[in-house]
């Protein structure tokens, strides 16, 4: 039987897509300008972990990988209640794909000792692939639950509610296991006044604030270089195009007369009549 | 997927490099081995084929014809062998059949030691493996990719097949010009560009597919293929994870989360009357139901429970319209799978129109109304009998 009382969050930092800054005319992200943000998904993980957290009294580790400013979404995870956080940046990680990244996560996870559960967001919102999580159980030899949107704690196992088309099903995982949470988990909670104000005065005090947020490299959590950034990715982005001026496939009616443009959606858009009132 | 178009890596390590050719030398042709089959994991529900297969069957004979490969299905489950047919007939040239009780509902771990042991055992590697992005296809095709050592693209809206040209020195021991890529194209920040990803490097090269991208082809109950059982190892391990109830959301009226209609409004409707309109559009529709964005709930327009989004409900219904709200991705996160999206909005840069799959541009006091009286008018045009209890 276990009651988890080691947990561990993987989180993000990435750009935001809403603010202009940074996003350059052909649509790629300028990151070193781009606004920063935690990834929206890893939201759902955080509260996933912290809810374990108020269960079992778990301690919770939150862990990302990425440049310097990245120890910001660490604060965040601080004033939300995380214990300790472990930052990985490495130069050598530049350009490393999803296989790439789980592989360097998957060390710093190994580093960072034993674990009942792993907690991830669905996917990244630059990234999109929702890879990373199950890369990582994998890597690890993991039970996963991915699209969990509930769950809660019964005789050691992890009882879990996992999105599927058209409902839903409960699953019943042992642990240690990896849990990735989908957007539908209702049970989001803002940090407290509590929480910001420890962050700020941590954000005073040097010493307190490197015993909870650890910077490690890839030498430190034993990764091999060649494994990771450029060299160590399968897959590349051999090239990006436009996706026509307002990009996507949205079909968009504009300047001609309000009765034309709704007549032709109405035409296209079959589901308007599917579902209209008979 | 790579997750940004890096120029180069900027830690480029050029003096434990071997020496780069210089740049009149042709570049060497590099083919990674495999035995150029194109294999799809078929998806089923209880039974039941998923569209996605046979769409992914659509577009892998047309891949395998290019590579001029063989087509091949996974099919695993219980009780499912009659199904290995209608693959055939979609296109398969063969079916790699597991037929077990413990294979009948779908399980990360038991399908991903059967397909990826089985893989494992041929001589040479497959070329492609193609999943569907279904919430099966998104837990299976991650666990396969990294237990097989390869690459995986994400949600691809085009797959074909073409050369690609390794010319960054930045990592020079690719450097050489790969036959047969497979081209894994899919949309990336916010939709508005289109990444080709490719890994010639590592075969199977994988992707999974978004439903409803692909056609499928017409069946053909006269196609001939071949059914091969195959060997079924599970181990304790596989069974950490246990499949207790599975529940199917029969739509009960106006809760949001089980509406099939949702008319959503935003900030540009001005004022907490809008949502008068909001109504009277989803009074139009059966089993419908009204959303909103955050910010109209945090002024206080509509109640939170309305809120759709990051912090409010995620909803997957089949029509989504969306009127006055810009499509902020915190907004867009509890929407985006609704199958159908209209939008409307007076702002034609507005980020909704990027994942909206219908764009009116156009004031919301101006559109809706028109909407409504169409509706109106299709209904009358096409008179239907009124079942007696209603009258
Ligand atoms: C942590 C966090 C969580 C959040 N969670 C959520 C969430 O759960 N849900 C959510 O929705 N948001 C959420 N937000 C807020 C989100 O970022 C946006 O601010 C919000 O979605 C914007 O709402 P809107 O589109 O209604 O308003 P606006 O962004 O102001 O957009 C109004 C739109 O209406 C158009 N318009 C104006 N007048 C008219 C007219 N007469 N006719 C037609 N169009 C018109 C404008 O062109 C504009 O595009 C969250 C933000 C944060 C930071």
Redesign the interface.
Known sequence: MTTPQNVLVMIKQVPD??AKAGINP????D?AKAKRMLN??D?FGLQGALTVKKLTGAKVTAITMGPPPAVEILLEALSQGVDKCILLSD??L??????AT?YALSKVIEYTGPFDLIFCGLQ????????????I???L?L?????CEDFKLEDGKF?AR?????????????MP?LVTV???Y?H?EYPSIRGVQKVQRLQRDEEALKALIETVDLDIVKADPKEC???G???????????GE??????????ET??T???D??G??S???????? | ??????P????AETPSAPVTPPAAEPLPTIVTPSNKEVVIIAEHFKGTL?PVTYELLGIGRDLADKLGGKLSCFLLGFNIKEQAQSLIAAGADEVYLADHPELELYR??PY?RVITEFIKGWELPPHIVLLGS???G??L???V???L???????C?ELDIGP?EHT?K??P?KLGIYPGCL??IR?????????????P??NPQMATARPGTFIPLKPDANRTGVVTDIPINLQG?DF??????????ISKGVDLADA??IVSGGYGLGSADGFKLMEELA??????GVGASRKVVDVGWIPYQNQIG??G??VRP??YIACGISG???HR??MDKS??I??INKD??A?I??????????DVY??VP??IA??KA??GS?P?VKEPALV
């Open positions: 897509q809403s052909d649509g790629t992200i990151r929206p998904f939201r130069r050598r530049a350009a490393s794909d999803t296989w789980s990244t919102t630059d990234g999109d692939t929702a890879q990373v999580g199950p890369e159980a994998e890597r030899n039970p996963q639950v991915s699209y009882l996992r999105v599927m088309e058209g409902g839903h099903q409960w699953v019943s995982m042992a296991g989908a957007n539908s209702h989001l950034g450029l060299k990715s399968p897959t590349i982005v051999a090239r990006t195009d436009k996706v307002l990009g996507g496939s949205c079909v968009l009616h504009q300047g309000i009765p443009m709704v007549r959606v109405m296209a858009a589901a308007l009549k599917e579902f209209a009132l008979a | 997927m790579t997750d940004t178009p890096q180069s890596a900027p830690n998923q990360t771990l991903k279904s919430t099966t998104r837990d095709a991650p666990r990719a990294a237990c050592g390869t690459g995986l693209t994400a949600d809206t690609y960054n930045a990592d021991d081209y894994a949309p990336s920040f916010g939709e508005s560009l289109k990444a080709r990803i490719l890994g490097w590592n391990e950490r994870l246990s499949v207790l109830e599975i529940v199917h959301e099939e209609v009074a139009c529709f059966k089993n419908s990051q912090t409900k995620t089949k029509l902020a991705i915190q996160v509890g199958t159908t209209i939008a034609a840069s980020p129109f990027k994942f909206a799959h219908h764009g009116i541009v156009g101006q559109v028109e909407l169409q509706l299709a209904q096409c239907t």
